[in-house]
Nanobody
Framework: QVQLVESGGGDVLAGGSLRLSCAAS????????MGWFRQAPGKEREGVAG????????FYAESVTGRFTVSQDNAKNTAYLQMNSVKPEDTAKYYC??????????????WGQGTQVTVSS
């Protein structure tokens, strides 16, 4: 079983920055892709960014391209989402997830509990 714990959320002014962390534990050896998602009240969960463990495949939602960046520290088994130039519409609960790469997409199996990000204008 894999456990994921997000941290780093909070309140930030529009135009500011935050860095979210996703610490993984448990049996993670079989996972080879991960992603960041967000969900605002009354809205569907939205994919924000994702990557393959090799580092060779990365995607970002159009709404965050150029502002958000994913990275990871394999030694710490931790992934990061750097959020720059945040906007009020970025306000949501952010989740990290990990799973298995199949063909051209990641099948997410394990999810964290989320961390709230609130952007004030």
């Amino acid at each position: 079983q894999v456990q994921l714990v997000e941290s780093g959320g909070g309140d930030v002014l529009a135009g500011g920055s935050l860095r979210l962390s996703c610490a993984a534990s448990g049996y993670t050896y079989n996972t080879n892709c991960m992603g960041w998602f967000r969900q605002a009240p009354g809205k569907e969960r939205e994919g924000v960014a994702g990557s393959h463990s090799s580092g060779g495949i990365t995607f970002y939602a159009e709404s965050v391209t150029g502002r958000f960046t994913v990275s990871q520290d394999n030694a710490k088994n931790t992934a990061y989402l750097q959020m720059n130039s945040v906007k009020p519409e970025d306000t949501a609960k952010y989740y990290c997830a990990t799973g298995f790469w199949t063909d051209t997409f990641c099948t997410y199996k394990y999810w964290g509990q989320g961390t709230q990000v609130t952007v004030s204008s």
